[in-house]
């Protein structure tokens, strides 16, 4: 895989002056599995069964693996694009085709891909040509409007069915309209799933499934709360590469496995008093999403301060708590809509004091994603009003998901040292 891609370190302090990079063990059970998905995947588009599903990071996931479709997810390979930063070059592609270089970073780089017939799956799987053919693209706006032109352009391109659940922005108190809206959505999609894939829908399948996908997340939960110790055994930035199988393998009994096994050994750590950053002096909260191509830098440049990045909004992206096996439309329903990215500025403030407090932070990071204002949170006021509410101090670096010709590294560089410093001189 390339190298932004198999992010492992974590730190440890071995002596006092000597600090040691090692590797999380299940580091290397995470390659294989996702290694596995994609050979599975390839295996599946060559022979043309089981049928393929595109499928938009959040959802609706569960109702496609429980009607038999292997699930692939788009914007899981813009993400590889950017930590393999092949994105740069390939953006302009998609620029020229007429979207605008101020949209998605993900859909632009995934459809300068497509037309560049390159992608790093092929360079880091051998024997994979290209990403796996869809048999139908399903998306759910919960998150942006961007997934749904994404997924229309393939669907034209292909010819391709696409199918979508267009939810509620900006929600505060989550009602029982908004549920009831959803779960119809989801339960429409249905009868065209059946003809698509030939199998009929079956309720126990889907209970199954969301069982699975609710034990992933309480998992991923357990394993991001990790974070809350004093020292932290984790970091944001292990937590980006760490969430995979949350993505793409929710709903299976591999990803589980593997958080359990991911999760044992950082209790290990805790319990041993491991640190992810050696001398953690600063506790910093991430929000927003990761630079991709700037993972290793950025891991690196706040280590070095002694500053462990430790809990995001980002991260917490894949925890459906709602998820109820029993009452599984209306539960999905209700866990995409109580999503972070979905709700209102006040939900999102009281949301993030919480986050705070629990992972005892000092200092917050507002990634400004150009190409992203759904995940963005310091355009309209938020850092300034949730400074003068908490206390906790924070700086915004202008800079974009994938597109590394929006970021100044000396800039960026400058601005968190000096930030760090601000935090030792409050501590001092
Ligand atoms: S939320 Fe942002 S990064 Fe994700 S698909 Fe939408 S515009 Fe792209």
């Not at 071995?14 to 580091?27: F, G, I, P, S, Y």
């Not at 930035?237 to 199988?245: A, S």
């Not at 953690?280 to 462990?308: C, K, T």
């Not at 005892?360 to 355009?379: E, L, M, Q």
Request: negative net charge.
């Amino acid at each position: 895989m390339q190298d932004n891609l198999t992010y492992e370190g974590v730190f440890m302090t071995t002596d006092k002056d000597k600090v040691k990079r090692v590797k999380l063990k299940a580091a290397s059970k995470l390659n294989q599995i996702m290694a596995d998905y994609f050979y599975e995947l390839d295996a599946a588009a060559k022979a043309k069964e089981p049928k393929i599903a595109w499928c938009t990071s959040v959802g609706p996931a569960e109702i496609l693996r429980a009607m038999g479709f292997l699930v692939f997810f788009p914007e899981n390979h813009g993400a590889m694009l950017g930590a393999s930063r092949m994105a740069t070059d390939l953006l302009p592609i998609a620029d020229a085709q007429g979207y605008s270089p101020e949209i998605c970073s993900y859909l632009r780089a995934d459809i300068g891909a497509y037309l560049s017939k390159t992608t790093p799956i092929a360079k880091s799987y051998k024997g994979i040509e290209g990403v796996p053919r869809p048999d139908v693209l399903a998306f759910n706006t919960n998150q942006c409007r961007d997934v749904q032109d994404w997924f229309t352009w393939y669907a034209k391109k292909l010819d391709v069915p696409v199918i979508g659940i267009h939810t509620h922005r900006g929600v505060g108190k989550v009602t029982q309209n908004h549920i009831d809206s959803i779960a119809t959505q989801l339960k429409d999609l249905i009868k065209p799933l059946e003809y698509i894939s030939g199998n009929k829908f079956d309720l126990d399948k889907l209970k199954q499934v969301v069982a699975l996908s609710k034990e992933c997340s309480i998992l991923w939960k357990k394993v991001l709360d990790t974070a809350r110790n004093v020292p932290s055994p984790f970091t944001f930035f292990d937590g980006t590469i760490h969430m995979g199988p949350a993505v793409v393998l929710r709903g299976t009994q591999q990803a589980n496995d593997f958080y359990q096994l991911l999760l044992n050994e950082l209790e290990e750590r805790v319990t041993n008093n491991i640190a992810a950053v050696p001398h953690e002096q600063h506790r910093i909260y991430w929000d927003g999403m990761p630079v991709w191509g700037r993972l290793r830098d950025h891991s690196e440049l706040f280590s070095d301060l002694n500053a462990n990045v430790l809990a995001s909004t980002y991260c917490n992206s894949w925890i459906f708590s709602a998820f109820d096996p029993d009452d599984p439309f209306n539960s999905m329903a209700r866990a995409y809509t109580e999503l972070f990215i979905v709700r209102s500025d006040d939900f999102k403030e009281t949301y993030i004091k919480e986050m705070l407090n629990a992972f005892k932070v000092d200092g917050i990071i507002y990634h400004d994603a150009k190409c992203c204002p759904n995940n963005s949170n310091a355009s309209y006021g938020m850092p300034q009003r949730l400074e003068r509410a908490t206390g906790v101090p924070s700086i915004t670096i202008n800079a974009d998901l994938n597109d590394l010709r929006l970021i100044s590294d000396e800039q960026t560089k400058t601005n968190v040292e000096a930030f760090i410093e601000q935090l030792e001189e409050n501590q001092s």
